[in-house]
């Protein structure tokens, strides 16, 4: 499942803006589809996708968690 959020170009203004906190991330294709939800730590992971070329990654989404744990639990919500 999807996050419910706006898609935001993933460049590097958005990875700047992007929080230094757990969370929820989606990267998707130009078309807004959907390739990879994960975990981690919001800012982190989307600048090692931003660097190292995530496949056809052009945008984002995130939601922000309480905790690692909550994130964790975000996810699995989001993959069943």
């Given amino acids: 499942m999807s996050l ?26 130009a078309d807004g589809e959907s390739l990879r939800i994960d975990s981690g730590i919001v800012r982190d992971e989307l600048k090692e996708a931003l660097a190292y070329g995530d496949g056809e990654a052009a945008q984002v989404r995130w939601t922000v968690a309480q905790s690692r744990d909550h994130a964790d639990r975000l996810l699995r919500e989001h993959e069943g």
């Fill in 4 to 29: 419910r959020k706006p898609w935001r170009d993933l460049d590097r203004s958005t990875v700047a803006a992007a929080p230094d906190a757990p969370g929820v991330y989606e990267l998707g294709d």
